[in-house]
């Protein structure tokens, strides 16, 4: 039998409405965004069950929004049943990575939530000092991906961002050289898609960013991992808890590679996946790194129920 790994979504995976259904279900879920509203100092339970998409698609919401509904549907699910022996090993994509730290027992719940809440606030004042953006390139390999980003720099930053999948990785950078960017793929035969974020997130331009969460990460306690955890950077597994912490500030200027971590966790056994948050984001690209792979969405309580992962009344 395939072993089960959990896997956490990252930034746009954010839900108008994501997990109201699960504090009249679940105690532990109720107690956890009680919790984060005392954590963050503002009402964040409310802009997850009724926020408008603009509130949610500011960084400094969206990236504690995302991380304390995950963690919710974490905690339903270990009302009954031993959540880290049911899922061994641990996964997330950018943002996602620290909901995979607490799920492997290197961060605790409040240090997790103080964390991703300064690290939105980091990057939102990145992305606010500069013009700047994201495109998704459909249809290249990394090679290509850089080839792009060469061409259309013009001495400006770009770079890869996210190495989500075969055929799709985003770049990031100066906003110019993401418009020429654009016309660039579309010459040697590539499709282009600009996203709608704030910034460029996981690029040079974030550096402001992981040099305040590098001041932040000094003072948090991380502990080993009590599972296998994947880093974004690397691709690999993470080691002890300096190497997590130095990891996590590259990760803000680094690229993800999400494909990287996803055949690691095939390659160690780990054939079956259980994406635990907001949305189903992780499912597709899940499926296209590798079609034998199953992947099972937990974004609401009638998910948990309907996979008999747990009982909850």
């Given at each position: 039998m395939q072993k089960k790994a959990a896997i956490f979504p990252g930034q746009g995976s954010q839900l108008s409405g994501m997990g109201a259904d699960l504090i009249d279900a679940s105690k532990r879920a109720k107690d956890v965004y009680a919790q984060a509203n005392e954590i963050v100092g503002f009402d964040l339970e409310a802009l997850c069950f009724s926020g408008t998409p603009d509130q949610l698609e500011?960084?400094?919401i969206q990236q504690p929004a995302i991380l304390v509904t995950s963690i919710a549907l974490l905690e339903a699910l270990g009302e009954n049943v031993d959540v880290r022996a049911m899922l061994p090993a641990a996964a997330g994509l950018s943002l996602g990575e620290y909901t995979a730290l607490y799920h492997a027992g290197c961060l605790g719940f409040e240090d997790v939530v103080r964390l991703v809440h300064r690290r939105g606030e980091l990057m939102q004042a990145a992305a606010d000092a500069a013009d700047s953006g994201m495109v998704s390139l459909i249809g290249v390999d990394e090679a290509q991906a850089k080839a792009i980003c060469e061409e259309a720099a013009?001495?400006?930053?770009?770079?890869?961002?996210?190495?989500?999948?075969?055929?799709?990785?985003v770049i990031s950078g100066d906003q110019a050289?993401?418009?020429r960017?654009?016309?660039v793929a579309s010459e040697k035969g590539f499709r282009a898609v600009p996203l709608k974020v704030a910034g460029a997130f996981h690029s040079?331009?974030?550096q402001s960013a992981a040099d305040g969460l590098a001041e932040v990460l000094a003072n948090i306690e991380i502990k080993a991992p009590v599972m296998p955890v994947l880093s974004n950077v690397t691709g690999d597994f993470h080691e002890g808890p300096e190497s997590i912490r130095k990891l996590l500030v590259d990760q803000v200027t680094q690229p993800v590679r999400w494909q990287d971590c996803v055949e690691k966790l095939i390659a160690s056994g780990f054939g079956e996946f259980v994406e635990i948050g907001p949305n189903r984001v992780l499912k597709g690209l899940v499926r296209k790194i590798d079609k034998s792979?199953?992947?099972?969405?937990?974004?609401?309580?009638?998910?948990?129920k309907e996979q008999n992962l747990a009982s909850i009344s």
């Open positions: 500011a960084t400094n013009q001495g400006a930053v770009l770079s890869p961002a996210n190495l989500n999948c075969p055929g799709q990785i050289a993401c418009d960017s654009v016309d040079p331009l974030m792979a199953r992947t099972t969405s937990i974004g609401t309580i009638e998910d948990i």
